[in-house]
T-cell receptor, first 113, second 110 residues
């Protein structure tokens, strides 16, 4: 039973480019969470999605960031026109339901040059 | 908004010592997680607690809901336990995602 999968594991982008981060939840999990860990800082919640719905995006920057979790396929976190301050580790977690334990993926480390 | 405080921030101990890491939070919660992160590595969920105590191998986690406090204990510590241990809470108002402490950097020396 595979765990939460994220790809790519490392992503390098130049300023102004787009970054697409993918997350495949554990089998049977329909709840996905995205978290960001800035260098030397703690983890921060970004967005919570269920299949085809954004439930809570209160932690997501209002501009340039978007997330989706389509009916088929992985959840995508999209960052448009990246800036150096977007360099961070982005972790995805999944759960069976809101009240169930969250399991984390290995993270995507984004570097913006 | 829930404030999550962990102590100590850094802890260095000798192999075999009993380790305690503390976590307190400001607002009532529905669940508390203990996570482990190795340098440059992913995040492993150790426990999810809503009351009482849980044990897994050499790890024990307790929570006191009334006092808004949780502890993570490691018995017979080993150098491979060296990692960052993170407390995270769910509920208590605000976002549906977890609110995290800053982590405790644990080093176990041989």
């Amino acid at each position: 039973n595979a765990g939460v999968m994220q790809n790519p594991r490392h992503l390098v982008r130049r300023r102004g480019q787009e970054a697409r981060l993918r997350c495949s939840p554990m089998k049977g999990h329909s709840h996905v969470y995205w978290y960001r860990q800035l260098p030397e800082e703690g983890l921060k919640f970004m967005v919570y999605l269920q299949k085809e719905n954004i439930i809570d995006e209160s932690g997501m920057p209002k501009e340039r960031f978007s997330a989706e979790f389509p009916k088929e396929g992985p959840s995508i976190l999209r960052i448009q026109q990246v800036v150096r301050g977007d360099s961070a580790a982005y972790f995805c977690a999944s759960s069976l339901g809101l009240l169930n334990e969250q399991f984390f993926g290995p993270g995507t480390r984004l570097t913006v040059l | 908004k829930n404030e999550v405080e962990q102590s100590p921030q850094n802890l260095t101990a000798q192999e075999g010592e009993f380790i305690t890491i503390n976590c307190s939070y400001s607002v009532g919660i529905s669940a508390l997680h203990w996570l482990q992160q190795h340098p440059g590595g992913g995040i492993v969920s150790l426990f999810m607690l809503s009351s009482g105590k849980k044990k897994h191998g050499r790890l024990i986690a307790t929570i006191n809901i009334q006092e808004k406090h949780s502890s993570l204990h490691i018995t017979a510590s080993h150098p491979r336990d060296s990692a960052v241990y993170i407390c995270a809470v769910r509920g208590g108002g605000g976002a549906d995602g977890l609110t995290f402490g800053k982590g405790t950097h644990l080093i176990i020396q041989p």
